[in-house]
């Protein structure tokens, strides 16, 4: 198999160059909205007793929490009527917002201790966002902006699981790009400790941005037919940028070995493909093999690192 790809290689090299390109290209291109199609959850087991009983509660109108107020009064405390009255208004605006049901606040409820801070100063309204794991964020997007602020004199934040969850994908987003712009430079920089030669050391960073963005790609056109956490991302930033470099570090010292012995060009791609190559190729089989156990765990969390890892 290394023979004869070792071969296409050098009869055809513009050609697979090309095609390397345009695959990284369209790779690139359909990243920028890659994060945009992951949801941040599949953390839980859809299939267990409790992921039933959550289902069942959903489907009559009695959803998970997933949506809490953090409200400030004035220094005259929650308590004062002019807080109560503005509380009261701002439970019933939430509560006539489109998807959102099971609204309590601590002014609705009977004013129970247990939603109210020991200082009195600060109450809780909670409520639920109806929808799936994809939905519920953008909701949330629409809802937040809206009541984040002061409203009549009460200070508002809102947080809850469904912010959590949008919060989990914005950093890893943020995560990942000051990730790579960090990696890449400090990598370049030992690269060229090692290799003694820019050319060389580019090499193993353009394997990995090539891996990289082939493997966004093929994660956009899975996210649009499957849901995807937005962990897989970083499965394959991770990957794509770790072995990639590892097996090119393999491959390039390799093929410098066979030209400081002597061989022709040609002949160190085939020498180095023929051993080199079936070392990494052996590696990257392994990995996978040990990966696919990840694929059979409930958890869509879980089966996306999985996914990403291959």
């Avoid at 697979?16 to 345009?22: G, K, P, R």
């Avoid at 037919?225 to 072995?243: E, I, K, M, P």
Wanted: with cysteine; aromatic share 6%; glycine share 10%.
């Amino acid at each position: 198999m290394m023979k004869y790809l070792s071969e296409l290689v050098l009869r055809r090299s513009r050609s697979v160059l090309v095609v390397a390109l345009l695959f990284t290209l369209v790779g690139g291109a359909a990243s920028a909205t890659l994060f945009g199609k992951l949801t941040a959850g599949g953390l839980t087991n859809k299939g267990s007793e409790s992921g039933q009983a959550t289902r069942i509660l959903e489907k009559n109108g009695q959803g998970q929490p997933n949506l809490t107020l953090v409200i400030t009064a004035g220094p005259a405390g929650v308590d004062a009527p002019a807080a109560a009255q503005a509380g009261r208004r701002l439970t019933e605006r939430l509560a006539k917002e489109k998807d959102v049901i099971n609204v309590t606040s601590y002014w609705t409820a009977g004013r129970p201790p247990q939603l109210r801070s020991e200082k009195g100063d600060k109450v809780l309204v909670g409520a639920t966002i109806r929808g799936d794991e994809t939905a519920v964020p953008k909701l949330l997007g629409e809802l937040a902006p809206r009541y984040e602020g002061t409203h009549d004199g009460l200070e508002v934040r809102v947080g809850g699981y469904a912010m959590f969850q949008t919060e989990t994908t914005e950093i890893s987003q943020e995560d990942g790009t000051k990730g790579e712009t960090i990696a890449f430079p400090l990598t370049m920089i030992v690269l060229v400790l090692v290799f003694g030669s820019i050319v060389a050391a580019c090499l193993p960073l353009a394997v990995a941005v090539v891996s990289m963005m082939l493997g966004f790609g093929v994660l956009w056109v899975m996210a649009n037919l499957t849901d995807l956490s937005v962990f897989v991302a970083s499965v394959v930033t991770l990957f794509g940028l770790g072995l990639a470099i590892d097996y090119s570090l393999l491959i390039v010292n390799r093929h410098r070995e066979e030209l400081r012995d002597g061989a022709s060009t040609e002949q160190a791609i085939r020498t180095t493909m023929n051993t080199a190559g079936r070392t990494v190729l052996f590696s990257a089989v392994t990995i996978a093999l040990v990966l696919v156990g990840l694929l059979f765990f409930p958890p869509e969390a879980v089966r996306a690192m999985g996914i990403g890892a291959w």
